[in-house]
Each structure stands twice: as C-alpha cells, then as structure tokens.
C-alpha cells in the first residue's frame, strides 16, 4: 500500500490546504464546549441574557467557521481521490497495454477488469477518507482529553475506561472482519469471470441449452459472495450501535458522577456538560480512528493486487541499443526455434527452421495443437522463443524495437476482432491518415466492398462493440481490410479465412496474391484448398517440422500431409490440382 501512496505526491499542495483547514476545523469544534460552559454558569445560572447572546453569537461563527472548513475539505480531499484513481488506471491500463501473452496467461481477464475498476476504486475511498479523517481524528482525541482534563481530572478514569472498550471493540471486530476483505475481492474476480464467459460465449451456451447450469454457476458465485459480504456488513453495522450504546453510557456515567461532584461544590454544571460533550468528541474520534484501520486492511487487498499488476516484470521489452527499421524487405528465417509456454512440461516447438521470402506464400498446416498460431505468434513478439532465433532481414527480432518490428507486420487474428465505431474506423485503425481510396483499395482486395456498398451508410456504417452487428465471416473479411490497408512488408493470416466460404476464400486468394507481391505471406490454414498454391508449405506435428515444401512435393514425401489431403479431397481432385 505503501507503494501506491507515491501517487499522492503531486498533490502535496492540497494536503497541506487540507490539513491546515483540518486543523481549523478541530480548533472550532473543540472550542465549542467550552464556550457552552461559559453560557451555562455564567449566562444561565447568573440570568445574564446579554452574556448568553454575545457568547451564543460567537460559538454560531465558530460553527460556520467549521463547517466552511469541512466542505473546502470535503472538496480537496475528492479531487485528491479522484486524481489518485485517473492515475493509477492510466498506468494500469499502460503497463497491461505493454503485456506480452504471457503476461496476460498469469492474469485473467476478469481479474485484470476488477483491479482496474473495483480494487482502484477501493484505494481512491481511502485516499478520500485519510485526507478527511487521518488528521482531524487525532487533533480532536488528543485536543479533547487535554480540554476535558482541564475541566475535572478526577473523572479522567472514564475518558481511560471508554478508550479501554473502544480499542477492546476494534480490536475484535479487526479479527474477524480484516481476513474476509481479501476473499470479498477473489470472489469479485471469479463472479466477472463467469459473467464474461456467458457474454461471450452466449451463443454456445445457447446452442447446448446449458442455460439452467450457468445460471446454477453465475447463482452459486454471487451467493459466495453475497454471504462474505453479507457477513462483513452485518458485523460493521454492529459496531455503529455498539458506538452509540458506549457513547450514552459514557454520558449517563459522566452525569451520574458529575451530578455527585456537583453537589459536592467540586464542579460547576458547565464543566460537567463541556466534560461529557469533550468525552463524546474522543470517542468519535476513535471512532474515526477505527474506521481508518478497518478501511487500510481492505485498501492495502487492493492496493497489492494493483501493484502485483504494476510491478510485473515483462518478459518482451525492447533492448537499450534496439535497432531502427525503417522499411523491412521481408526476409524471415527461424533458425533452430524451439519454444515452451511458462510453467509448461514440454516444448510447444522444436527445433523448428525455415525461410519465408518476399513475394512468396509460406503456409503452415497440422493438426489441432501442432504449434501452428503459436510459431506465427513468435514473429510479431506476442511470445520470445526459448531457444534459437528468428531473423527479420538477417537481424534478431530481439534486437529490434517492438514498435518498429510491429509496424512491418499485418496481422489478422483467428478471431476477427472489430472495435465499436464504424468501418471506416475499423479499416483505419492502423493507419489513421490512410485515405478513402486506400481503404477501398483494401476492403475490395478483402472481398469487403460488396456487402460495405449494401449498406445505406457504406462506410460510415456503424460497428457495434466487438462486431457483433456482422457476421463471422465479414467480420474476418473486414480484419483483413484493415490489415490491407496498413500496406506492411509481411501478412501473418492465422487461420484468417476459416469462416469464408471456397468462392470467396479462393477470390480472396487471387485477388492477394495479385496486390501484395513483393510482401511475404505467412498463412495458417485448416483447409488444403487454401494453401495448395502457396511456394512453401510447412507441415506441423507436434511441435515437429514434419515436412516441407509446394504441395505436389508433399504428397509424395509427406505422409502427414497426404493424410490431412486426402481426408478433405479426393484422390481425383488432387490429381487434378
């Protein structure tokens, strides 16, 4: 927690504004019970109706001073939080943006959405509360026994048998409550989790009629952590009456030896009411006090799974002398490239080696879990190989800064993923001065334009968030377009024209392979058809380079390859290719 609270030093400024109104504010709060005594043995006890009125008059701009104190605070001490909050969720949100997919394989999303919002906002109320509280409270308890001991120190065994309970009931409520936080905020993760799992894959849920077991799944975190939370509120609103009953019996205590001292002559009425109201100011304050710590332990929750995101080490960063690229010429080789997921047993891939040319389609294909996305995953950085290299241009991609390594690359996920705009927003989303005739250049090469122009708005036509106003498959040919219209030296396709059907995957194909000659191509793909035409094909098994080649070669050297073949087309098909 520690940690995060440097973020309060910009505002240096307003907290000492803050604590010097703080100060203000205690000084008239605490001057008002002695000014109440004075109107009582003066004023009423003597019947000097002019002393009551001059003195009533005083204690009412001593007031207004102190509530005009308290706002001005009430106000700084907002904008502190608020500004504490916007920082941290910008640096959040900066330091996830740098993430590697291995970084986001040790976070989920769902955590990474709730210590953005909910853990921050955690923070942000403690910020607000310490500004308003952490200096007022202990000027008022401290002010208050020295005022009220001044008054009677005979009954000072009280102020101690008050504080005694209070701390005891603290103390015990801490206990119980303070371990609950830190589940309140995993169960906060596991319910977003399932809410983001049914969001998006509501058509699936559907699709098995498995309505009744989310229900039962999403039922079964929300009721985990109602209870949590139940508990902890139940025992905080236990506190608040337990306050009030210690506050009057603290009050009738003090009357009731205040009375005996009373009459005794040892003390004036006046000083006994100062006496109880100063006793009621130290418990508050206390109380103050003990709403801080119970605040901290579930501030500090957030404030470590803040920093655990913030203090993440990334495994991709750019080396001190990365070297520029200006225009790569495409080259790729993997050179002996072997890679493992962390954590993982076994290697993804193994010794894999190649070369990718300019002007040439390099197309990878095997099975389901052969390594295909996660070698072309290699090249753009989303992952380092564990051992080996991979050469852009005869120069390790390591060496290479990320943004311009990422500038040369085109890259269309399996997924098409759209952001909520319009397509023109979408097409220009990586290059943003790119003109109109460039971004129908590209839709029409990506076999985009004939449903763009069928819309009334062409393509001012609104995208709604993540696409889900298209379909599948203009949803791909779209990804495609915007990867077009970048105009890199190198495609990356993963599995990119799954979900196009064979006329327009194969005009898709032609129309590439007739814009984008001098670029180097590298294509995942499940379907022969897709690949067949491609000058090197690489077939995966198990993280193994099983064979390489054009697809005449394969069918008569690769037997993995044959079988993936011929378990699409038939024998007189490929004959005929």
Known sequence: MLKIMKYLKPYIGYILLAVGLLFTQAMCDLSLPDYM???????????????????????????????????????????????????????????????????????????????????????QNLVTMMIRMMFYAPIM?????????????????????????????????SIIVLPRFKKVQSLIDKLNLIVRE????????????????????????????????????????????????????ISVLVIWVGSHRVGAGQLEVGDMMAFMQYTMQII????????????????SVSGRRVSEVLETELTIIDQKNALPIEKAIGVIEFKNVSFSYPGAEEPVLHDVSFVAKPGETTAFIGATGSGKSTLINLVPR????TEGSILL???????????????????VPQKGILFSGTI?????????????????????????????????????????QGGTNVSGGQKQRLSIARALATKPQ?????????????????????????????????????????????????????????????????LKTCEVYKEIALSQLSKEELGNE
């Open 37 to 123: 005594s004075k109107i009582i043995n003066q004023g009423i006890l003597m019947k000097d109706n002019g002393f009551i009125l001059q003195t009533g008059g005083i204690m009412l701009l001593i007031s207004l001073g102190g509530v005009i104190a308290a706002i001005l605070v009430g106000l700084i001490a907002s904008k502190v939080g608020a500004g504490v909050a916007r920082t941290l969720r910008r640096h959040v949100f900066e330091k996830v943006s740098s993430f590697s997919n291995a970084e986001f394989d040790k976070f989920s999303t769902a955590s990474l959405i709730t210590r953005t919002t909910n853990d921050i906002t955690q923070i």
């Open 198 to 249: 049914n969001l998006s894959g509501m058509l699936v849920i559907r699709a098995f009629n498995t309505q009744k077991f989310e229900e039962k799944r999403f039922d079964e975190a929300n009721k985990d952590l109602m209870k949590v939370n139940l508990f902890v509120n139940r025992v905080m609103t236990f506190m608040m009456p337990a306050m009030m009953l210690l506050m009057n019996l």
């Open 424 to 464: 023109e927003s979408n097409l220009s989303y990586g290059k943003k001065d790119a003109s109109e005739k460039e971004l129908l250049e590209a839709a029409t090469i990506a076999q985009a334009k004939e449903f763009i122009d069928l819309k009334p708005e062409g393509m001012k036509s609104g995208i709604a």
């Open 393 to 411: 241009d005869g120069k390790d991609i390591r060496d290479i800064a990320q943004h311009d390594l990422r500038e040369q690359i085109g890259y």
């Open 382 to 385: 989303f992952y380092d190989v």
């Open 141 to 173: 308890g401290v002010g208050g026994i020295i005022l009220a001991l001044s008054k009677d120190v005979s009954m000072s065994w009280i102020i101690i048998l008050a504080v005694v309970i209070l701390i005891g009931l603290i103390v015990v409520i």
């Open 284 to 299: 508050m304050s206390f109380l103050f006090i003990s709403m801080m710590f119970i605040m901290i332990p579930r501030a």
């Open 490 to 554: 190198i495609y990356i396709f993963d599995d990119s024209f799954s979900a196009l059907d064979f006329k327009t995957d194969a005009q898709l194909r032609a129309e590439l392979k007739k814009n984008v000659t001098n670029a180097t191509v590298l294509l995942v793909a499940q379907r022969i058809s897709t690949i067949m035409h491609a000058e090197q094909i690489i077939v995966l098994d198990e993280g193994h380079v099983v064979g390489k080649g054009t697809h005449q070669e394969l």
